[in-house]
């Protein structure tokens, strides 16, 4: 009888959780550009956003091809995969962000800062959703660009954090179409 009681509980809080997070990123205001994935809004206080991902994805910063970004950008990204997968993150190598500049991204145990010109390093997240936060002070400065991967990889999977990221390497390194910022992963 506990069982059940226990089974109905967890499926009223993992109702509860997903329908908070597909309304995460709506934004009630007219004037942001929409997406499938969430919304952008680029204006005299600077670019804000936020995105929400239910699949394997590339993410990268706002005007990736020509090395600029957005001053005074502040962006999210949420990535939400079925419970039974672990996030791995790669991170592209040459990633460089002007000074003041960074990236955090979070999960419910674990914190990941890079700041500037901090080294990044590929990892199993350990767990199946992550946010991923942008700031921005200023965009200035030539080759201010980043590319992370969220790869799903299921929990009975025990393939190496490199292998995986050496998988969607060239996807990686081809960059976004257009002036997307984000790209689902091809299998």
Same mark, same amino acid.
């Given at each position: ?5 226990? /089974? ?45 991902? @239910? ?11 020509? =090395? ?17 997968? @672990?996030?791995?993150? /790669? ?8 000074? =003041? ?16 010109? #901090? ?31 969220? !790869?799903? !990889? ?20 081809? =960059? ?6 984000? #790209?689902?992963?091809?299998?």
């Amino acid at each position: 009888m506990n069982t059940i009681r226990l /089974c109905a509980s967890l499926a009223v809080l993992v109702a509860v959780i997903a329908a908070v997070a597909n309304t995460y990123c709506e934004k009630r205001s007219t004037d942001y550009e929409r997406s499938t994935h969430g919304w952008d809004k680029c204006d005299e206080n600077g670019l804000a956003c936020c995105y929400y991902f @239910n699949g394997s994805v590339i993410l990268y910063s706002h005007n990736y091809h020509n =090395g600029t970004y957005n001053p005074n950008t502040h962006c999210e990204y949420i990535i939400d995969i079925d419970w039974d997968c @672990n996030l791995v993150m /790669c991170v592209e190598l040459d990633m460089s962000m002007a000074a =003041g500049s960074g990236v955090m991204i979070k999960t419910m145990d674990t914190s990941i800062t890079y700041k500037g010109t #901090k080294t990044p390093f590929n990892a199993n997240l350990n767990d199946n959703s992550a946010s991923v936060l942008f700031t921005s002070e200023d965009g200035g400065g030539e080759d201010n660009k980043w590319s992370m991967g969220m !790869v799903c !990889v299921p929990k009975t999977d025990y393939r190496s954090v490199c292998e995986i990221c050496e998988d969607i390497a060239d996807q990686q390194l081809a =960059g976004p179409d257009g002036d997307e910022v984000f #790209k689902f992963i091809e299998d």
